[in-house]
């Protein structure tokens, strides 16, 4: 194992925690940006998909210019961009300047998004092994410290701008600084074989990527379920005090971080498709606890079986995606990672509207039930043979070797 390939692991990580941490701070924060900027409960959900809807922009966008631009310079100017954007959410005064920060917030993590995890696959298949868990392990992390930094800010009542500042202030220079070492894959087995393993153009392509980009999608519903709704349910539905609703995000949180830290080992022991049913099973049973559950308790344990069950879906689902098309792994992540933001943008609202119209005990059965179409695709994460027949992923001289700083 190379130097090279040691700091651009940590390098990646970095970008992983920073990204984890800013995306925390924005959405935790959304009651105080509404009120700083008066954004009427009407408008707020207009606001708020936007971002996702520009964000699948700014992936599909990035399909296309990895074609010519290395993911690594991608990675290295999208990443300053989201944390810009996230402090010119905290500094502007007018309803126009939140518009355009979080345009370009929407845009620049649609990028960020997708060229991390290009540049996480690719360092997974010159590792020769499973790292990729250990890569969102870190953005879990992240998120943690930014949902801490978030309470911090409200507890002490500070302008967003006096929050966010700081954080911006560490987080950008150590990001460009760590840029310098990450690593691409090797551009030209991209160009020379994506048309094989392919097969018959774009259309073949999107429909062998399509299981994945469900199983994307229908774990991202299920995030967005927890995210949005798991404070909602424990207080109105299973009648908990206030300050125990805030706790199932930071369990969840904290349980998706211990799932992807030992996720990699379960996959390298076991296998990617042996993991991912194993992870929507425990989810579904999360889900089916928590639509049960006959007390906030009991709910909490259901939150805590959804964190140790969702957490390896996203991270498994585009290592898979690099392993189906091993020659064209930056455009299949692009096009997945899509998905995330579908699942994302389906999610809340349709916990929502079941909630309203049936129950929200039955609106959680409705994500458990996709969560377990996963079984159905999990043949997909299965290892695809490499040119040695033996079924393991082999680093290749030209991924090893290869920095996005020349090295």
């Not at 392509?205 to 967005?224: E, H, N, Q």
């Not at 040119?387 to 680093?395: F, L």
């Amino acid at each position: 194992m190379t130097d090279v390939l040691r700091r651009g692991r940590a390098s990646l990580a970095f970008s992983f925690f920073a990204q984890g941490a800013a995306f925390a701070l924005l959405v935790t924060r959304i009651p105080a940006i509404q009120d700083r900027y008066g954004v009427s409960d009407a408008l707020l959900p207009a606001f708020l998909a936007a971002v996702p809807v520009l964000a699948g922009v700014g992936s599909v966008t990035t399909e296309q210019l990895v074609k010519r631009i290395p993911p690594s310079r991608l990675l290295r100017w999208s990443q300053p961009v989201v944390l810009l954007a996230l402090l010119g959410v905290g500094a502007g005064d007018r309803m126009v300047e939140l518009a355009i920060a979080l345009a370009a917030f929407g845009l620049a993590v649609g990028a960020l998004d997708a060229s991390m995890n290009m540049l996480g696959v690719s360092l997974q298949r010159a590792y020769g092994r499973s790292i990729m868990l250990s890569f969102h392990a870190v953005y879990s992390l992240g998120g943690i410290v930014g949902a801490s930094l978030a309470w911090v800010g409200a507890h002490w009542h500070l302008a967003l701008w006096v929050l966010y500042l700081p954080v911006v202030a560490v987080l950008l220079p150590a990001a460009l600084v760590g840029s310098r070492w990450y690593v691409d894959g090797d551009p030209e087995s991209v160009d020379g074989e994506s048309g094989a393993e392919s097969g018959a153009g774009s259309g073949l392509v999107f429909k062998l990527l399509l299981p994945l980009c469900l199983v994307m999608t229908f774990a991202y519903i299920g995030d967005s379920t927890v995210s949005n709704w798991s404070a909602k349910y424990l207080q109105d539905t299973l009648g908990s005090s206030e300050q125990l609703a805030t706790v199932p995000y930071n369990v969840y949180m904290v349980t998706t971080l211990l799932g992807r830290t030992i996720g990699d080992f379960g996959v390298r022991r076991f296998g990617a498709a042996a993991v991912v049913r194993l992870g929507a099973l425990v989810a579904a049973a999360g889900f089916a606890v928590v639509a049960g559950a006959p007390g906030a308790w009991v709910g909490m344990l259901g939150f805590t079986l959804l964190g140790l069950g969702l957490c390896v879906l996203v991270p498994q689902t585009f290592a898979a995606a690099g392993r189906l098309f091993p020659g064209a792994s930056d455009a299949a992540i692009a096009r997945l990672n899509i998905f995330n933001y579908v699942g994302f943008l389906i999610g809340s609202p349709l916990v929502g509207a079941l909630g309203d119209a049936w129950s929200y005990r039955g609106a959680m059965l409705v994500p458990m039930v996709l969560v377990l179409v996963t079984l159905v695709y999990a043949r997909s994460f299965a290892a695809r043979p490499d040119r040695y027949g033996d079924g393991h992923e082999r680093p290749r001289t030209a991924d090893v070797g290869r920095g996005s700083n020349g090295l």
